[in-house]
Each structure stands twice: as C-alpha cells, then as structure tokens.
C-alpha cells in the first residue's frame, strides 16, 4: 500500500504542477482570488467572446479609474467547512483501525459508517462548489485555470469516492458471518491508510489553491 | 559446431571486423560529398558545433574500438578448452575503482567543450544582425524579412559573412528548422519564440543551393517540406532583395495575361501578388517573384511550367495530406490548402495560370 | 464450499481453455505473457518490414505517406508496450518467485488481472488499424499535432490504450515488489538475491513512479481531445512542451524499464556460462540503481532542439553524460565475468555477449548526442533510429532471446536446438549490424526520421537499400527461431533439473517446475545456491509426508475486472454508455473477488 501511495503522489504532484505552471498565466476572470484588471481590457474579452457574460458580472468598477475589481471564486469558508469535514473523517477512520485492532466488532462498524458519511457530505460541498462555479462562468473550457482547477479537484473527488465504495465494501463484508476474516485490523488499517492519504492530498490542493493567493 | 570451427569464426569476424572499422571511418567521411551532409559546415555555429562533434566522435570511435576488441579477446581467449578450471573470483577493488573513473574522465572530457558552446550559442545574437521571421506552415516554410519588408516562401536568402537572426515561430503544429551545413535545428513551437543565428562563412557563397528540411514530424507531408537557402555575396544579396521588393512583372506572353486574370478569380482568395488585384490575402505562400525561386512546393519539385500545372491541377498527389477535407477554418490563422483545380477550371486555364506563375520573375 | 450470495464458485473443471482463463499460477501467466507478447512482437515486426520496405528506394510507392506514418507509430507502440515490456514481464512472472524461493508471486489474483488487462490494452491499440485508422502521430504523440484538431481517431485509441496498459504495469509492479520484499525464502538477503532480480526490483520501482505520470498527460490530452479543454493546445492559453516535459518524464524511465531486465538476463547468462560467479556482484546492483535514479534526471535531454535555454541544457546534458558512467561500470564488470573463465559458446552465452557489445554501441552514440550542440545536427535524423535500434534490438531485445534460450529447458522441460539457435542467433546478428549500422551514416548525411519518402540525389540511396535487406536477414533469423521452437516442442524432454549447471534457485526444482514450484522452500547459504549446494554435496530434502501446500485456486475474477476495465476505456471510443456498463461489472467483479474464499 506505501508502493502504490507513492505512486499516486506522482499523480497528484504532476496534476498540481500543471495546476501550477498555469496559474502565473490567468489574466482574465473568473480568477482564483480578488484581483484588479484595467476595464477597457475587460470590455475587450467580453466583446471578443474571450470570456462569457457571466464571468464578468464577477467584475466591477473600482474606486480607480479605469481599474476593474474582479472578485475571487474561491469561498474560502464554504471550502474551509467542507475541509474540517473530510478532517473529522480521518479521525473517524482513527477509530475504526483502533476498533479493528481491538476487536470491537460494533465500534469499527459505527466508525467505519461514520468516515463514510463525513466522505459523502465532502463529495456534497464538492458537487456545490462545481455547480457554484459553472454557474460564474468558469466551466473546463474557460481557462487554463478552470481545466487544470476542475481536472484535479475532480480526480481528488473520484479518490473521495473509490475510498467510500472500499470502506463501504468493508462494511458490507464485516456483516458476513465470518467477518472480516482472521486479520481485520490489517485490512482496515489498509483502508485507513488509503484514506488519510487522500485527505493529505486535500490539505495540499486546499493550501496551494485556496490559500496561497494568485 | 566444433570448438574449433567456433575459434576459426571468431578469429575471421576479429579480422574482419579490424579490417571494417576504417573502412566504416572512410565511408563516415565520404558522407561529407552529400547535399545535406551534417559534417561539412559552413557557418560559425555548424563549425562550432563540429568542434565539439570531432572530440565526442574520436572519444566514442576509441571506446567503440576497445571494447569490441576486448570482448572479441575476452570470448576467445577464454572459450572452454581441456584442461582450463575458471577462475573463482567475485570482484578485484582496485580494478573497479579503476574502471568508474575512466567513464568520468570520458564524460567529463565530452562536457567540457559541450558547455562552451551552449555558453557561445545561447547568448544573445550580434547587433548587426539581419533578422529573419521563419514560420512553420502545414507543409511549407514563410520567411520575412521585416527590416527589408521582404516576404518570401520556401527559399532563404543570406549573405556570406553577414550574421542572420532567425526567429522561429509555428501556425500550427511543432516543426523544426534545420539547415545541416549552416544551423543546427531548433524547433518551431506553436505559442512560443525561439531564436537562432548564424554567420555564414566568408567563403560559403554559391551558386547552388544550402539544403534544409523540417526535422519534427509535422503530419502527412512531412516528409515533404523542405527548403532552400542561398548564400550570395554583397552584390548579389542586394541584387536579389531589390528584385524581391519590386513589384510583380507584368506578363508579355498572351497566354500569360490570361493567367494573370484567372489569377485574380481564382487563386486571390489565398495567395498575394504585389503590384496586381491579388494582393488580400496572406496565408498562401506570397507569389510574388515565385518565377525567380528554384524550386516549388516546398523544394520537392522544380520549378517548371510542366511541374506548375501538375501542381495547381492535382497538388494532393504530390504532396498527400492536403485535401481540402483537412482544412481547419476555425483556427486563428485558418489552415487552408491548395485545392485540386483540374476539378474546377478546365486545363486550358490551369495551364494558363503556370504561363503566368512562370514570368513571375 | 459454500459460496457468498451473488458469487460463482472457484472453477473445478478441467477444461483446458477454462483452466487457462481462470488461472493464477505465476508460471502460466509468465507463459501467456510470452506467447501474446510474442505475437505482438511478429506483428511489431511485420510493421518495421513494410516500412523499410518503403525506403528500400527513394520515392518508394509501397504505401503512402497516411499509411507510413501510421506504421512508423504503431511500430514503436506495439514493440515498446506490446512486445519487449510484456516479454520483460514474462520472464519475471516465470522467473521471480523461483529464483527468491517461493511458490508464488504476493497476490496472484492481480497477477492474472494484469495479464487479461495487459491483453484488452493491446488488443485495443492494435484494433485502431479497423477502426477509422492507427494513431499516426509518433509514439511520443507531440502536441498540438495530437489534438483532435489535426488527428483522427487513432490518437483515442493511443491514449485509451495506453492507459489501460498502464493499470495493468501499475498492478504488476506493485505485485513484484510486494513479492520480491515479503516472499524471498529463508538466507536470501537482499544482497544475495539474484542480478535478474535486483534488476527487475528496480524496474518496478520505476513503473510505479513513472506511469502516474503518464496517466496525468494522458487524462489531460482525453480532456483536450474530448472535453474543450486546452492543456497542451495554444490556441486556447496551452503550452505544447508541457506535453513533452510530461511524456518525457515518463519517458525516459521507461526506456530503463525496457533495458534493465535484459541487463538482468545477461548477469545471470554470463557467469553460467564462464563457469564463475559475476564479477562485482555489488557494483552491478548499485549501477543498476544509480541508473534507476539517474533516469529521472535526464528527461529533458529528448527536448535539447524545443528552446530549453543554457541553463537546462547544460544541466540535462551533465546528468545524461553521468548515466554513461553506471552503465560503464556494469559493461566492464560484465566482461571482467568472462576474464579467467571457461566459457561454453551455447547460444544463449551468444546472445548474451553479444548484448554486451551491441548495448555498447547505442550506449556510445547515446552520450555522442548527450551533448546538445551534437544533438542539434543528429536529433530526429536516422542516427537516432540507430541509436535506439542498438539499445532495444542488440540491447533489450538480445536480452531477451538469451534469456529464451537460457531459461527455455526450465519452463519446457527441453533443451532449444542448438544448430538452430546457432542459424538464429548469426543472421538476427548480421541482420540488426545490417540494417542499422548504415542508419549512423544516413543520419550523419543529413536524413531526417520518420520520411516517408526521399529523393534520389540526396547520397541516401545506397545504405537505405542495405538496411532494408539487413531488417529481412533480422526477420529470418526470428523465424529460425520459430522454427527452432517447433522442431523442440516435438522432441521428448530432455533437460534434466539443470542442464546449464547453473548457480540460481530456479535450477534447484524440477524442469518445468510443478506447480507449487518447491516441495521444500530451499534454505539460501549464497549468491549461487545451486552451486553451494554442489560444492557441499547437499541434496534437496524431500518433503515431510503428509504437508499439505497451499495453492490459491483458480478464479473467474480477474477476466471479469478486466473486462469491466476493458468497457470502461471502449465508452471514450463509442458511447458513454459501455463506460456505464463497465462500472457495475467492475463492482461485481470487486465484490465476487474479496469474497472469493482464498482457502
């Protein structure tokens, strides 16, 4: 499992270079965070179809002149919810590997449905977030900021998800009758591995994206 | 297969093989006498690049050398014979250090040189330079000349002894420009800029043309897109750009003037010819002098009235992958190619607009 | 045995075909790596004969340029991923858990499941040609030639393919690591463990760190191609060299991937034969991993022509040049194993010594064009095609075939003919010097790669007519051995336990192997535990009677994963809708194979 978590930081680590190498290049809205832009240019990528109507409504004139205020997409505290959800999660998941250990049957079961449901309200404000954004004007074709923002976000979420299915498999198989077979403490701690890991991954996006500003 | 025999085939391939390597070193050298020769250069950077190709080429032929006649010993003087126990060792540690440092003494002999001239050729390029804007094209080279306000395609013209700036761009796809005897190749990259230059030797001036060719794949034609480049002299260089920066001739024969109307109808839609109603359009290649270039269709055919209709009636059989069904008009520039016009104009009239192209001199 | 709601019952018949479906031994899957690798390889080989066929002349009317040009791709991708890669994997299927002393590989269910989805990739690759034409964009498929603007639907299938082929590396790398730390038998420390192994160990590790990458570039091009984005195009704000940072950085470990396990072969071909343990066993592996991370380093050394900048370029062309140095030291000790042997001229130790001096030819020519002012007159022209050619044909592929024939009397039972094998090794010899000798000079003369076609006075006809007569000897010499297969498998078996006197652990079990490979998990006392054993006149212990040997059973679920992996790549190529059917298969298949009882 450690072999195969390396891999996946080769994953995620090209996915945010790319995120990164794109980021310098955003010049036009919907930007990651407040930024100023001269409005005649603004004007100029409307009326080129550069960017939708929508995406410039984000925009408005600044107490400068001929200076547009665009604000940020990113709503850091919605983000900031769903973040301590999928944290709380990694602690339910503590619990479950310790009632597995420990052979607590009902205790690894109550946690384990816990980590699942903390994952699906994440996968819940991830959906909103997306649908959120669609509707501001940043879709994958908008930008370099959009593709590269959704390709990874996405396939964090996707990780999210495959990471609810195993845990829920686990589940589902601890109600046999034989359980979990002779060693659930291994296959759970597995399980909980994979999971941290991808809630690390999530610390990183959450940092490099939502909070280290453009 | 005997022992013997065995002994007897590795000591005629150990003969053979002494008696192949300068015969392999001559037929090297004799490479020199073909037209896109890498190893003859005629210009400060193809000279410096060979100074460091002749250190690295020299290490690599000693190594090469030695290590086939080593394992050729090795094989032989080793083979299984009566009476011979192996030797059981596992290692020898001064041997081994010994044969770690001869690879980095080799490496570092090769870098040494490989970084001064990467110092000397990516600095920046001589003030006086004569700035060349080279555009790779779906299959055809665009050069421009923007202090001359010459634009010209699939031949470039330079001067010996005058320092050429070319800045390398692509509508399209990556491709590569490369003249072997005056530039190594850098690519032409779609959304970037890249520089190279070059001064052509003193005596590199001639009559007959330097060969260049893309070097990236680029799609269908590939392999088809090619390009000239003429060294001339002071007199003649100027001579060339003063006609290039004239307006197009007038055609004299009948025939001719019949094409330069059909050229309006027909084929203005693409290509430009200054001085005439022609003149819109920019993303065929400029025809203006196109009688005065040596070759047509990107150096694959030469330039001739026969040659010309082939190509105007039928131009995706010389050159496979520009039907019109390929055509990108929603790109910033469009891609457009040469239509098959034996399916519009009768040949009459195609052989009217080759009269035409032929006195464009 | 009871069975859990909704799964089938392990197979019981003894059905061959079925018996082959559902199988989990590493053995057979080894087998079925090398036979579908192998036909891959043919078929790999008919493409590099149509296209030498074209320039066996200039302005040659064979096939077209669209034609070629798919050729030319699907060459390189059915030899690099279908052909030596898998026929890599085939030897360490058959090989590691013999050679390490177990009696099988770590998770032999995901083994079979690498192989059914290795074959689902392949056969989608290779499909392309009946469906709308071949990916036709080289290998490397560059952007923004790749995008949907300028290619058909062949570049679909490149990217599909190759990342259902990269589920399957990805599953069997994990396994052979997991196998190769957990599994080995008692006394086999990490430093006795054979050189085939090592460097097979670090193949892994290679696979499992290069190939996210390459899914990312892949998945970005799916997007670019398929859903409006604009990763690698310009037009839309994208940067084309992103794509080859991406490719390469994946694309040069992999080149390692392809060359390391023959390296891995001839360790263990050379001592065998010169009847004397491998000279600098240690710095062998150490050179091998050094290379392993050296890879990493050197990804850029493919783009010394894309406007790197000084700075990169001589960075990338130190770490390029440094890799000569590993890769030296292993030659040297290679030959050193030799110095002082007794060397019996087999046609495998052929093989082998041949490797030694062909790798060392593309070896040599690889730092030539390390320096970039070089590489500028060399890069994409046929001095490359030679280069590479020496490393995968004289290097991995010769590889290979020594390996074949090293290891073909332990998985058969029979030994290969030797006049045969004599008759093979000579022409695929005289056909790869042949052929791709007379490319350093086309390249030195200015002809660039991947041409269709070129023109009579150009000095390139000559040696283009050479190298195509050359690539039909090297076609010949294939067919000897195909020949030599046959006229083998008709003989009555012949080889004993270990007719090389071989030192590994493979030698100390039956030949073939049954199917729990060891009755007694041997005890490891030395590199050469078959020798120690000789020389201390120890005899393998028989079993205690009565011990009963775990064998998983066999199982229907890896084919059925792998077909649900297979609907999930077809729905970018059709309709969305088989992705959707892939899915609940794929749970099914999930479901059925933890509930499968193992016991």
């Known amino acids: 499992m450690w072999i195969f978590l390396g891999s996946e930081c080769l994953f995620f680590g090209s996915l945010?270079?790319?995120?990164?190498?794109?980021?310098?290049?955003?010049?036009?809205?919907?930007?990651?965070?407040?930024?100023?832009?001269?409005?005649?240019?603004?004007?100029?990528?409307?009326?080129?179809?550069?960017?939708?109507?929508?995406?410039?409504?984000?925009?408005?004139?600044?107490?400068?002149?001929?200076?547009?205020?665009?604000?940020?997409?990113?709503?850091?505290?919605?983000?900031?919810?769903?973040?301590?959800?999928?944290?709380m999660s990694s602690v339910a998941m503590?619990?479950?590997?310790?009632?597995?250990?420990?052979?607590?049957?009902?205790?690894?079961?109550?946690?384990?449905?816990?980590?699942?449901?903390?994952?699906?309200?994440?996968?819940?404000?991830?959906?909103?977030?997306?649908?959120?954004?669609?509707?501001?004007?940043?879709?994958?074709?908008?930008?370099?900021?959009?593709?590269?923002?959704?390709?990874?976000?996405?396939?964090?979420?996707?990780?999210?998800?495959?990471?609810?299915?195993?845990?829920?498999?686990l589940l589902l198989a601890s109600f046999r009758r034989r359980g979990l077979g002779s060693e659930p403490g291994?296959?759970?701690?597995?399980?909980g591995l994979y999971w941290h890991f991808v809630d690390i991954v999530w610390i990183v996006i959450f940092t490099v994206l939502y909070l280290i500003p453009a | 297969m005997t022992e013997e025999a065995l002994l007897r085939i590795s000591q005629r391939w150990a003969r053979r093989l002494l008696i192949l390597a300068p015969a392999a070193l001559t037929i090297l050298f004799a490479a020199c006498s073909d037209p896109q020769t890498t190893i003859e250069p005629r210009s400060d950077m193809t000279e410096a690049i060979q100074g460091v190709y002749e250190i690295v080429f020299w290490l690599s032929m000693f190594v090469f050398v030695a290590i086939m006649l080593l394992t050729l010993w090795l094989a032989v003087r080793y083979r299984e014979q009566p009476g011979r126990e192996a030797i059981q060792i596992h290692g020898h540690q001064r041997l081994e250090i010994l044969w770690t440092i001869i690879p980095v003494a080799i490496v570092l002999i090769m870098l040494v040189p490989t970084w001064q001239v990467i110092a000397d050729t990516t600095d920046t390029p001589p003030e006086n330079s004569m700035v060349v804007e080279a555009t790779g094209k779906q299959w055809w080279f665009e050069f421009k000349y923007p202090d001359l306000g010459i634009t010209t395609a699939n031949e470039l013209h330079v001067q010996a002894g005058r320092p050429v700036h070319v800045k390398l761009y692509a509508d399209d796809v990556i491709h590569s420009f490369w003249i072997p005897q005056l530039a190594g190749k850098v690519d032409m990259v779609p959304g970037h800029e890249n520089d190279l230059w070059f001064t052509p030797n003193d005596d590199s001036a001639r009559e007959e043309a330097y060969l260049g060719q893309c070097v990236e794949f680029c799609g269908a034609s590939h392999a088809n897109m090619r390009f000239r480049v003429f060294v001339h002299d002071e007199a003649g260089f100027n001579a060339w750009a003063e006609n290039e920066l004239s307006d197009a001739l007038e055609p004299t024969t009948e025939l001719g003037q019949l094409g330069a109307t059909l050229f309006v109808v027909r084929c203005a839609e693409c290509h430009t010819v200054r001085g005439t109603a022609a003149s819109i359009a920019d993303f065929g290649p400029d025809l203006t002098h196109i009688g005065s270039r040596e070759t047509i269709a990107a150096g694959i055919l030469d330039n001739n009235f026969e040659n010309?209709?082939?190509?105007?009636?039928?131009?995706?059989?010389?050159?496979?992958?520009?039907?019109?069904?390929n055509d990108i008009i929603d790109k910033d520039p469009p891609l457009r190619f040469m239509r098959a016009f034996e399916d519009e104009i009768s040949a009459e009239d195609i052989q009217a607009i080759a009269q035409y192209l032929t006195e464009l001199k | 045995m009871a069975t859990a709601a909704g799964t089938i019952a392990a197979p019981t018949t003894e059905s061959v075909v079925w018996s082959w479906i559902t199988t989990v031994d590493h053995k057979r899957i080894g087998a079925l790596y090398g036979v579908t690798a192998?036909?891959?390889?043919?078929?790999?080989?008919?493409?590099?004969?149509?296209?030498?066929?074209?320039?066996?002349?200039?302005?040659?009317?064979?096939?077209?340029?669209?034609?070629?040009?798919?050729?030319f791709t699907m060459?390189?991708?059915?030899?690099?991923?279908?052909?030596?890669?898998?026929?890599?994997?085939?030897?360490?299927?058959?090989?590691?858990?013999?050679?390490?002393?177990?009696?099988?590989?770590?998770f032999p269910r995901?083994?079979?499941?690498?192989?059914?989805?290795?074959?689902?990739?392949?056969?989608?690759?290779?499909?392309?040609?009946?469906?709308?034409?071949?990916?036709?964009?080289?290998?490397?498929?560059?952007?923004?030639i790749s995008s949907s603007q300028f290619a058909g639907s062949g570049m679909d299938f490149y990217v599909i393919g190759l990342m259902i082929l990269g589920i399957s590396s990805l599953a069997a790398a994990l396994n052979f690591a997991v196998t190769i730390i957990n599994l080995r038998a008692p006394g086999m420390t990490m430093m006795r463990l054979p050189v085939f192994i090592w460097m097979t160990f670090i193949v892994m590790f290679l696979l499992i760190l290069a190939l996210p990458v390459l899914t990312v570039a892949l998945i970005q091009m799916l997007f670019d191609r398929q859903f409006t984005t604009s990763f690698f195009l310009p037009d839309g704000g994208g940067d084309p060299i992103l794509w080859q940072h991406l490719f390469w950085v994946f694309g040069h470990p992999e080149v390692y991937i392809l060359i390391l396990p023959a390296m891995g072969v001839v360790s263990e071909v050379l001592p065998t034969f010169s009847r004397k343990p491998l000279f600098g066993y240690a710095a062998i592996v150490f050179a091998g991993i050094a290379i392993g991370f050296l890879g990493w380093a050197v990804w850029s050394h493919h783009m010394f022509t894309t406007g790197l900048g000084a700075v990169q370029q001589a960075v990338f062309s130190a770490s390029t040049m440094a890799i000569g140095i590993p890769t030296g030291i292993k030659v040297f000790n290679w030959l050193a194993t030799m110095w002082g042997g007794s060397i019996r001229f087999t046609t495998a130790m052929y093989f082998a010594i041949a490797f030694v001096a062909m790798f060392t030819i593309g070896g040599i020519s690889g730092v030539m064009h390390a320096s970039p002012p070089v590489d500028?007159?060399?890069?994409?022209?046929?001095?490359i095609v030679a280069h590479i050619h020496y490393v995968l044909v004289g290097g991995a592929l010769f590889g290979v075939f020594s390996g074949l024939y090293y290891w073909w009397p332990k998985m058969t039972g029979r030994l290969l003919g030797e006049t045969l094998g004599k008759w093979n090794f000579w022409l695929m010899f005289a056909g790869l010097n042949i052929a791709f000798f007379p490319m350093h000079f086309l390249g030195v003369s200015g002809m660039p790669r991947r041409i269709y076609t070129y023109d009579p006075n150009l000095g390139w006809d000559f040696w283009n007519l050479v190298a195509t007569v050359g690539a039909f000897i090297l076609a010949l010499g294939v067919l000897f051995f195909i020949i030599n297969v046959f006229k083998t498998q008709q003989r009555e078996p012949d080889a004993g336990d270990n007719p090389w006197d071989a030192p590994t652990l493979e030698w100390a079990t039956t030949s073939p192997p049954p199917e729990h490979d060891f009755d007694v998990i041997p005890e490891v006392h030395s590199r050469e535990p078959v020798w120690y054993m000789r020389d201390h006149n120890m005899t393998t212990p028989d079993p205690e009677p009565g011990t009963h040997i775990h064998l998983p059973p066999p199982s229907y679920y890896p084919i059925i994963i792998a077909f649900g992996v297979l609907l999930l790549g077809l729905g970018p190529l059709s309709h969305l809708a088989v992705t959707a059917l892939g899915v609940p298969v794929i749970i099914y298949g999930i479901w059925g194979w933890t509930l499968e009882p193992t016991e």
């Open chain 1, 16 to 87: 945010i270079a790319t995120y990164l190498i794109f980021k310098g290049e955003i010049d036009l809205p919907p930007f990651p965070s407040e930024t100023f832009i001269e409005t005649a240019y603004l004007e100029e990528a409307v009326a080129s179809g550069e960017i939708t109507e929508v995406a410039s409504h984000l925009c408005h004139e600044s107490s400068e002149a001929g200076i547009s205020v665009c604000e940020g997409i990113f709503d850091i505290p919605l983000t900031s919810q769903s973040t301590f959800v999928l944290l």
């Open chain 1, 94 to 169: 503590v619990l479950a590997v310790y009632g597995a250990q420990h052979n607590r049957p009902m205790m690894m079961k109550f946690w384990l449905l816990a980590t699942m449901l903390l994952g699906v309200i994440f996968l819940g404000y991830q959906v909103y977030e997306f649908r959120t954004f669609g509707q501001e004007g940043l879709t994958l074709e908008t930008s370099q900021f959009g593709a590269s923002f959704f390709v990874l976000t996405g396939f964090h979420g996707t990780h999210v998800a495959v990471g609810v299915l195993i845990l829920g498999s």
């Open chain 1, 186 to 191: 291994f296959q759970v701690e597995t399980a």
């Open chain 2, 308 to 325: 010309l209709v082939k190509w105007i009636s039928n131009p995706a059989e010389i050159k496979p992958g520009i039907e019109p069904e």
């Open chain 3, 38 to 71: 192998f036909i891959f390889f043919l078929i790999g080989g008919v493409e590099a004969l149509l296209i030498r066929t074209q320039l066996a002349v200039p302005n040659g009317t064979v096939i077209d340029a669209q034609l070629y040009n798919q050729l």
């Open chain 3, 75 to 106: 060459h390189a991708l059915t030899m690099i991923f279908l052909a030596i890669m898998p026929l890599g994997a085939a030897f360490f299927n058959y090989m590691v858990p013999l050679m390490i002393g177990a009696r099988d590989v770590a």
């Open chain 3, 110 to 144: 995901l083994n079979a499941l690498s192989y059914w989805i290795f074959l689902f990739g392949g056969l989608v690759l290779t499909s392309s040609f009946f469906f709308g034409g071949a990916p036709d964009t080289g290998w490397f498929a560059y952007q923004p």
């Open chain 3, 376 to 383: 500028q007159q060399q890069q994409d022209t046929y001095f």
